[in-house]
């Protein structure tokens, strides 16, 4: 059963994910990625910090944290990109990329378990 929740949840999350890929963004800063692993990153952060002082299922917590925020964010798509950017001699870009996305993902964890938690 819990591999059924898993994967609705990744369903779930892996459709929103292509539906932000369609918004027409088409510039070598990978933008769309960055945001995505940022929201996905305040969205976790959200739910464990609501976790943290209700009683949410195991079966929930499959569903939100494992599959929708699984599905969601896109960490293997963010590593190839700034691969290529490195590969194709953007250093500045890929040094953006990179230093954004980590310090943006961190404080939407912050920002979604305060949230959460209140």
């Not at 960055?34 to 305040?42: D, E, K, L, P, V």
């Not at 194709?88 to 993902?105: D, E, P, R």
Request: hydrophobic share 45%; with cysteine.
């Amino acid at each position: 059963m819990n591999f059924l929740y898993v994967g609705i949840g990744g369903a779930v999350g892996s459709m929103l994910r292509y539906a932000i890929s369609l918004i027409p963004y088409k510039q070598t800063f990978p933008l769309l990625t960055m945001i995505t692993n940022i929201c996905g990153a305040f969205l976790i952060g959200y739910i464990a910090g609501f976790a943290d002082k209700r009683n949410v299922s195991a079966n929930m917590l499959l569903f939100l944290k494992t599959g929708l925020c699984g599905g969601f964010t896109t960490f293997s798509t963010f590593s190839l990109e700034a691969y290529t950017l490195l590969q194709n001699g953007h250093y500045g870009y890929m040094a953006i990329y990179v230093l954004f996305s980590l310090i943006g993902c961190l404080a939407g964890i912050w920002g979604g378990m305060t949230l959460g938690r209140s």
